[in-house]
């Protein structure tokens, strides 16, 4: 019953990227990085939006079993069809708000809908700490930061094994450089790293 309705899901993003922009910019945007300050708005709106899609996804895919059960003890449907609708229906919702970005993926939604659903079911206080560990998630994916200007080479290192991390800076490769991962080893084996660990 929204007044904006379907271009609150074009406009949310967009002040989403520019809080963070006037937020984090002027700390972390103008120190350049492979992309260069310009560039630091839509730096942030890839990550950010590849973020919120499998937040949202898998914090309402852990839910759907449970919150389904009346239909499921009634009517005879593949429980599995729960999580993934959930995860469909944030893809959608992502697509709608990257119209000019668009085409990812939505394995890694779907592998953690289904696990966190089958999990909540027997372990409800699941929701609660995958809140928490979704925000650490959130600073560990360098969505308003470049990798390259942290001091330390371990840190570095541990963003770098993020899975989440690895698809968002493919995403970013090919929106803000225009490029290809496959024309680079190290773009191609963070896909690769990724595709393997969901």
Request: charged content about 10%; aromatic content about 14%.
């Amino acid at each position: 019953r929204s007044y904006l309705g379907l271009i609150w899901t074009l406009l949310e993003p967009l002040l989403t990227m520019i809080v963070l922009t006037f937020v984090f910019g002027s700390m972390l945007g103008s120190k350049g990085g492979v992309y260069g300050p310009e560039l630091y708005p839509v730096y942030i709106l890839c990550g950010r939006l590849l973020y919120s899609c499998f937040s949202s996804a898998s914090k309402i895919g852990m839910r759907s079993i449970r919150s389904n059960q009346a239909m499921i003890k009634k009517v005879y449907v593949p429980k599995y069809l729960y999580p993934l609708s959930s995860v469909i229906y944030n893809y959608v919702i992502f697509l709608l708000s990257l119209i000019v970005l668009a085409i990812v993926g939505v394995v890694r939604g779907i592998a953690a809908a289904m696990f966190l659903s089958t999990v909540c079911v027997f372990f409800r206080d699941i929701e609660y700490l995958w809140d928490v560990l979704l925000m650490l998630l959130m600073y560990c994916s360098a969505i308003f930061y470049y990798v390259d200007n942290i001091g330390s080479s371990v840190v570095r290192t541990v963003i770098r094994m993020n899975p989440l991390y690895c698809i968002i800076e493919n995403f970013r490769h090919i929106v803000l450089l225009g490029e290809s991962i496959f024309t680079s080893s190290m773009e191609i084996n963070m896909l690769i790293y990724s595709s393997v660990f969901s």
